[in-house]
């Protein structure tokens, strides 16, 4: 397929107009074509901004329309993986925000939905195309720090919105899944095969009572023998924080930053450095280029950097971590 990639995004959200700016501005070879949301009037408000002329309120209108390509998914994620398995049977290219299913058996059936219907599945793991985790994994790949043996991952959003429409369990299935992906990444070709999940309400603990847990820490062990964290609040006053680390036999590996740039302020008041308030800006080049990859991916028939199963991987984890902390006990994969 060497032609433009016409594109279609279903959800027309905070996270869907972020793709959708990108994939009609930032893409070279693709265009954004339609956009589908059943929100009224939403994505029309968005398809104005842009220029796109093609608006449907039934995602399966959009999936149906025989001039899109390929698809991006950026709706609740309750519906993603339904979403996924619709898509393939369009025969329409995929790439699906984080998570790209809720169960394992949903995972099961989108990845044999997209293998059967041979298209490309990419996830949103957004880190494997953050500058400092490639090179971190590239380094480990190389054998520059040794055996992996400690590893760390933390996500730390600045404020917890809306806490009451937040859903259960959503600190592991839409917030810690990016790490355990970006820990599987960062110790390649090894599985986790035990995990140990403690959680709590403390930044809002009055919504304790509905299921909400902004506030956790998971251990979790791989077959290589190293050992790895990775915690998550949702409340980092200061800024989104997203950071990695791989310590080895051969030295250590610090990767991610809060600041915005490398300017500090050395004052009278004290020292400053200017911090981020949204994903979107801290990882803005990664967020652009794991779109761009997808439709080379499309274009080209390749397989993906972050794949169907690289997300049911971490979706394991995060299932394991909920049972863990509902058993109180560790839990093997």
């Known amino acids: 397929m060497s032609q433009n990639i016409r594109l279609g995004l279903i959800g027309a959200g905070r996270m869907g107009s972020f793709h959708a700016h990108t994939a009609a501005?930032?893409?070279?070879?693709?265009?954004?074509?339609?956009?589908?949301?059943?929100?009224?009037?939403?994505?029309?408000?968005?398809?104005?901004?842009?220029?796109?002329s093609r608006v449907y309120?039934?995602?399966q209108q959009l999936l149906d329309d025989p001039q899109i390509d390929a698809v991006l998914i950026a709706a609740p994620a309750r519906s993603h993986a339904e979403l996924v398995i619709s898509a393939a049977h369009a025969g329409k290219g995929i790439f699906c925000e984080k998570p790209m299913a809720i169960t394992l058996d949903e995972a099961d059936r989108a990845i044999a939905a997209a293998a059967d219907a041979h298209v490309v599945l990419q996830v949103g793991f957004n880190r494997r195309f953050a500058r400092s985790f490639r090179s971190a994994h590239e380094d480990v790949l190389a054998g520059r720090i040794g055996t992996p043996q400690l590893l760390r991952s933390l996500t730390r959003d600045p404020a917890l919105n809306n806490p009451a429409a937040t859903g259960q369990w959503v600190i592991f299935l839409e917030t810690l899944i990016?790490?355990?992906d970006a820990l599987r990444y960062l110790n390649p070709g090894a599985n986790?095969?035990?995990?140990?999940?403690?959680?709590d309400a403390l930044v809002a603990p009055q919504y304790k009572a509905q299921g909400l847990l902004d506030t956790a820490v998971v251990t979790v062990r791989f077959d290589n023998g190293a050992l790895a964290t990775?915690?998550?609040n949702f409340q980092a006053v200061y800024g989104y924080d997203v950071r990695g680390e791989v310590f080895g036999s051969a030295g250590m590996l610090s990767l991610g930053s809060v600041a915005d740039g490398s300017l500090v302020r050395y004052l009278a008041s004290g020292i400053q450095a200017d911090?981020?308030?949204?994903?979107?800006?801290?990882?803005?080049d990664a967020y652009m280029?794991?779109?761009?990859?997808?439709?080379?991916?499309?274009r080209h028939?390749?397989?993906p950097l972050a794949t169907g199963e690289d997300a049911r991987a971490a979706l394991a984890i995060a299932r394991a971590c909920i049972a863990s902390v509902q058993s109180g006990q560790p839990v093997d994969l």
């Open 192 to 199: 986790a095969v035990q995990v140990y999940a403690v959680a």
């Open 230 to 232: 990775a915690e998550a």
């Open 289 to 298: 280029a794991e779109l761009n990859h997808f439709v080379d991916c499309v």
């Open 301 to 303: 028939g390749t397989r």
């Open 178 to 180: 990016h790490d355990f």
């Open 275 to 284: 911090t981020l308030r949204q994903d979107t800006d801290l990882l803005r």
């Open 57 to 59: 309120n039934d995602p």
């Open 25 to 52: 501005r930032h893409i070279p070879g693709a265009s954004l074509d339609a956009i589908a949301d059943p929100v009224p009037g939403q994505a029309a408000r968005l398809a104005e901004q842009l220029g796109v």
